[in-house]
């Protein structure tokens, strides 16, 4: 554990585990503790994992001021963790809601990022619509389930607005590319982890210029990963895509059978996948010639 001071005076902690070089890790929910996390599938044998708590999560201290809670707020946070660590350029994960705020810091100081990794990403900062159709469509895969119908029929009502607790609870099933005990325990703890006050600020009006934003990744020259799951009902290929051909330099990833939790789903391809781009991207970046500025789209085996 780790604890340092942001721009305002609020104490914030971090949690540091595994070996190398260190990569920066930032949590969905939005404004969950980084415990959900775990060791990304393993992924502390490669890296230094630095996980942040965000103000008013895990370790971190709540703010007095709420407001400060606002995604495009939290950008100066994930400033101090990189100066308390003495980072010049950072590698810099993030999963879900959170790289809405990996994304912001990314096209407010680009030159602080040497690698993003953007895990099953929300797409609000940048103002791509999901359909409900694809979100229908990315469903019906899960078709053969015992637990289908009765999630589907929830779904339709989160959908129409009736996004009651006991609807949103019967959708669990398909945030995970297999709904097993593992799957089960892990999204009972991550109900317990989640500031949901802190979570109604943070997409709060204001808080996203989409234009702006991509006007800034489309300037962003670092390499990016964006790694989704083939199954995933929050963040489907499509959409991927279309966030992928944002950046100059973007490769996406599609996780077969996975959901929105690829490293729980299949640890080995997870980390497989996330430390190879790390490592070649290190390795391309010390030799001649550049990133290639393409999109490539690959589905994974097994």
């Avoid at 015992?146 to 129409?160: H, R, T, Y």
Wanted: net charge negative; aromatic share 8%; charged share 25%.
């Amino acid at each position: 554990m780790d604890f340092f001071t942001s721009h305002d005076g609020i104490e914030l902690a971090c949690h540091v585990s595994g070996d190398g070089p260190s990569l920066v890790c930032l949590p969905g929910g939005p404004m969950q503790a980084s415990a959900y996390l775990g060791d990304l599938g393993g992924l502390s044998a490669h890296r230094r994992l630095i996980m942040a708590d965000l103000r008013g999560t895990g370790r971190s201290a709540v703010p007095p001021d709420t407001s400060s809670y606002r995604c495009d707020r939290l950008v100066e946070d994930v400033e101090a963790l990189r100066e308390h660590f003495g980072l010049d350029r950072m590698d810099l994960l993030s999963h879900s809601g959170g790289t809405n705020l990996a994304v912001l810091y990314a096209a407010r100081h680009p030159e602080r990022v040497s690698r993003l990794v953007l895990v099953t990403p929300s797409v609000a900062a940048v103002g791509i619509r999901i359909t409900e159709e694809v979100r229908r469509e990315t469903a019906r895969l899960r078709e053969g389930e015992p637990w289908f119908p009765g999630a589907f029929a929830a779904l339709e009502k989160v959908m129409s607005g009736q996004a009651t607790p006991d609807a949103v609870q019967a959708i669990a099933p398909f945030w995970y590319g297999r709904w097993d005990e593992t799957a089960r325990a892990h999204k009972a703890a991550e109900d317990e982890q989640r500031n949901n006050e802190a979570a109604a600020v943070f997409g709060a009006e204001g808080a996203y210029d989409p234009d702006a934003t991509r006007a800034a990744l489309a300037r962003f020259t670092s390499p990016v990963l964006l790694l989704a799951g083939e199954r995933d009902l929050n963040s489907p290929p499509a959409a991927m895509a279309e966030l992928a051909a944002l950046f100059p330099h973007a490769e996406l990833v599609v996780q077969a059978g996975a959901g929105h939790f690829p490293w729980l789903d299949d640890a080995d391809r997870f980390v497989a996948t996330t430390s190879a781009f790390l490592r070649q991207v290190g390795e391309r970046s010390k030799g001649a010639g550049e990133w290639p500025a393409q999109i490539r789209r690959e589905t994974s085996s097994g």
